[in-house]
């Protein structure tokens, strides 16, 4: 299992970037998927998560409204669109593979990439 997240960058506050990741050795289309992010010193935190066939979005309340996380299912890959950035959105961004439990906690996803650098400046 393998997952690469890419896209990642320097924008001013008020920009967008969109972030991709791409899945490898397992069957993409059976697993829902998540988006995570790390700060300096602090926590990994949700961001967002689609299910299957793209049914379901969630995010997290300090993104919502902003993030947009979509699906491509012939491509496996999965996007983050983020629009509306802010410096506090500056982290190091992990897509991850939904294995079951709550979505907003870390436990409940496996194999993570090596994740993808945002820095917001103000």
């Known amino acids: 299992v393998q997952l690469q997240a890419s896209g990642g960058g320097l924008v001013q506050a008020g920009g967008s970037l969109t972030l991709s990741c791409a899945a490898s050795?397992?069957?993409?289309?059976?697993?829902?998927m998540g988006w995570f992010r790390q700060a300096p010193g602090k926590e990994r935190a949700f961001v967002a998560a689609?299910?299957?066939?793209?049914?379901?979005?969630y995010y997290s309340d300090s993104v919502k409204g902003r993030f947009i996380i979509a699906r491509d299912v012939p491509k496996r890959l999965v996007y983050l669109q983020m629009n509306s950035l802010k410096p506090e959105d500056t982290a190091v961004y992990y897509c991850?593979?939904?294995?079951?439990?709550?979505?907003?906690?870390?436990?409940?996803?496996?194999?993570w990439g090596q994740g993808t650098l945002v820095t917001v400046s103000s």
């Open positions: 050795g397992f069957v993409f289309s059976h697993y829902d």
């Open positions: 689609v299910t299957i066939g793209s049914a379901n979005t």
């Open positions: 991850a593979r939904f294995t079951g439990g709550r979505y907003f906690s870390p436990q409940s996803y496996h194999a």
